[in-house]
């Protein structure tokens, strides 16, 4: 039996936890995508992330749209640092909500999990 988006409206709404694990995810695309230079894809999750962070604008409202520039820019080393900038950004806002303990980073392998610090106090 497929599970259809009409037999989940009867009020599930995911937790913030469950939202940061898919922001996690599109974060790391983002970088591949940049480092890879494929701009439509990297527009793409940029666009995705906005929807999540739309939650935090404070904090992440200049860090996205420096990456927003960037890849509309098409230019590898700016995209970087406003990636780097876009990550710090993460941190920040896990640092001012108690969550400081959940560092991202800049992938280091396409792994689901390459975007993040395990060790305690890195950042």
């Not at 009409?6 to 983002?30: D, I």
């Not at 999750?45 to 739309?54: M, R, S």
Request: aromatic share 10%; proline share 6%.
């Amino acid at each position: 039996m497929a599970l259809t988006v009409a037999a989940c409206s009867g009020g599930y709404q995911p937790g913030l936890g469950e939202l940061m694990s898919l922001t996690q995810m599109r974060h790391a695309k983002l970088w591949f995508a940049g480092q890879e230079q494929n701009w439509p894809l990297a527009e793409y999750e940029v666009d995705e992330l906005q929807e999540g962070f739309d939650l935090v604008p404070k904090i992440m409202g200049q860090p996205l749209a420096g990456v927003r520039a960037a890849v509309k820019a098409r230019d590898p080393r700016t995209f970087a640092a406003a990636y780097d900038a876009l990550t710090a950004g993460c941190n920040s806002c896990h640092q001012a909500t108690n969550f400081g303990f959940n560092v991202v980073k800049r992938p280091s392998s396409p792994s689901w999990f390459g975007n993040q610090t395990f060790a305690v106090g890195q950042q």
